[in-house]
C-alpha cells in the first residue's frame, strides 16, 4: 500500500510541514476492510515539545485538496482530547480525513493499556465511547508512510505483541455491563419506552464486541462493523452476524420483551464462551 502513487503524493505534500514527526496509514485501509468508496485515514503524529503548525499544514492542504477555497484544518485539540484535531479533504476525488496524534500522549496512555489499565470516555462519533485502548489499535494496525525518527516504530514495540493484561482489564470492563445493559432494557420494556431499549441493548452489543476481540487478542478501533467482524474471529457465539438484526427487528415490531429475551441468549453464550478461554 505504501508504494500507491496516490499515498506517495499525500506523503510528499505533509511530510514537510514543520511538527509533522511521522505519517501513517489508519482506518479500514490498514487494516484490509477498506471497499472502494472507503476514506484514507491519515495520522499526523507530533510531539509535544513541537506540535504541529496548522496554518502551513493548511497551505499543504490547499495545495492537494480539489476545493482549495473550501479547505479547512483545526486547532489542535478542537475535535477533543481523543481525536484531537484535523481536516476532511476531497483529493482527485478521494475523501482523505487527517487526524493529529500526539505521540507523547498517545505512549503515555498505550503504557497505561499494556498495564492493563483503560478509561472509557464520551465522543462525539463513537456512539459507544472511546476506549483509550483504540489508540493502541491504531499503531498496531497503523502503516507508517513517514517515520523518520522511528516514532511509530516504538509505539507498535508497545501496542504488539497483544499484551494479556490489557485482555483481562477489557473482559472486566466491558463483560458485566452486557447484562446491566439488558436489564436496564428489560426495565424500559417494562414501560413501553422503545428507545431507551434501543440504547440499552446497543450498548449490550458494543460490549459483546469489546469482549469478543478482548478474548482473541485483537484490537477493536471502532465500533462500526464489529459485530460482523467479530462474527468471523476463531473465538466467537454462533450467527452473530445475523442475531443482532433479529433484536432490532423485533424492537421494530414493538416486541421489546423478546428482543430483550435474544439479547439474553447472547450474554448467556458470550459468558459461557468467556469462562472456556
Known amino acids: 500500500m505504501s508504494h500507491d502513487p496516490f499515498l506517495t503524493r499525500l506523503t510528499a505534500a505533509l511530510a ?5 514527526a511521522a505519517i501513517v496509514l489508519g482506518g479500514s485501509r490498514a487494516r484490509g476492510r477498506a471497499h472502494a468508496t472507503s476514506d484514507f485515514d491519515i495520522g499526523l503524529y507530533f510531539r509535544a515539545a513541537e506540535p504541529l503548525d496548522t496554518q502551513l499544514l493548511l497551505t499543504a492542504a490547499r495545495e492537494i485538496t480539489d476545493e482549495p477555497d473550501a479547505a479547512a484544518v483545526t486547532a489542535i485539540g478542537e475535535w477533543g482530547p481523543w481525536i484531537v484535531g484535523g481536516a476532511w479533504l476531497t483529493v482527485t476525488g478521494h475523501k482523505v480525513d ?4 500526539n505521540a507523547d500522549a498517545i505512549e503515555a496512555v498505550m503504557q497505561s493499556c499494556r498495564a492493563g489499565a483503560i478509561s472509557m470516555d464520551y465522543q462525539a462519533g463513537h456512539p459507544h465511547g472511546f476506549c483509550s485502548a483504540i489508540w493502541m489499535g491504531e499503531v498496531a494496525y497503523a502503516e507508517a ?24 482489564a477489557l473482559i472486566q ?27 440499552c441493548l446497543y450498548r449490550s452489543l458494543a460490549c459483546v464486541a469489546q469482549v469478543l476481540f478482548a478474548l482473541n487478542e485483537r484490537y477493536l478501533i471502532n465500533e462500526k462493523g464489529a459485530l460482523e467482524e467479530a462474527a468471523g474471529l476463531p473465538l466467537t457465539i454462533p450467527d452473530l452476524a445475523g442475531r443482532p438484526t433479529e433484536v432490532w427487528r423485533r424492537i421494530g415490531q414493538g416486541n421489546l420483551a423478546r428482543a430483550c429475551a435474544l439479547m439474553r441468549q447472547i450474554e448467556q ?6 469462562r472456556a478461554a
Open 16 to 20: 514537510g510541514v514543520p511538527g509533522v
Open 269 to 274: 453464550e458470550l459468558k459461557a464462551l468467556t
Open 98 to 101: 487527517l487526524l493529529y496524534r
Open 145 to 168: 508512510l513517514h517515520d523518520p525518527t522511528h516514532v511509530i516504530a516504538r509505539l507498535k514495540s508497545i501496542a504488539l505483541p497483544y499484551p494479556r493484561p490489557l485482555r483481562d
Open 173 to 199: 470492563r466491558f463483560q458485566w455491563e452486557i447484562l446491566f445493559g439488558i436489564e436496564n432494557a428489560e426495565l424500559a420494556a417494562a414501560r413501553s419506552e422503545p428507545t431507551h431499549v434501543a440504547g
